[in-house]
């Protein structure tokens, strides 16, 4: 289950994708859409300023709050022929 890290309150808008970026910051990117392409400006939305724990992964939740889960590794074991 995912616990909480810091009530943000983001507010998103449509055509964006939300993300913590490298310093712990939310940030903004506006997405691609069919033929357009290039490198997206990206925003800081919110300053946090999160400290990432190694084998977790880090997200946006519903609330505009910052999540974090453990990371599942491994998985189901390859039938070999």
Same mark, same amino acid.
């Given at each position: ?10 507010? &998103? ?6 993300? #913590? ?6 940030? &903004?990117?506006?997405?691609? &859409? ?22 977790? #992964? ?24």
């Amino acid at each position: 289950m995912a616990q909480k890290v810091a009530k943000v309150g983001v507010k &998103r808008a449509a055509g964006y994708l939300y993300f #913590l970026d490298k310093k712990g910051n939310v940030a &903004r990117a506006k997405m691609a &859409r069919g033929k357009k392409k290039g490198k997206a400006k990206i925003q800081v939305v919110a300053k946090v300023g999160v400290k990432k724990k190694k084998g977790y #992964l880090y997200f946006i939740d519903k609330k505009g709050d910052v999540s974090m889960a453990k990371m599942v590794r491994g998985g189901r074991k390859k039938k070999r022929r």
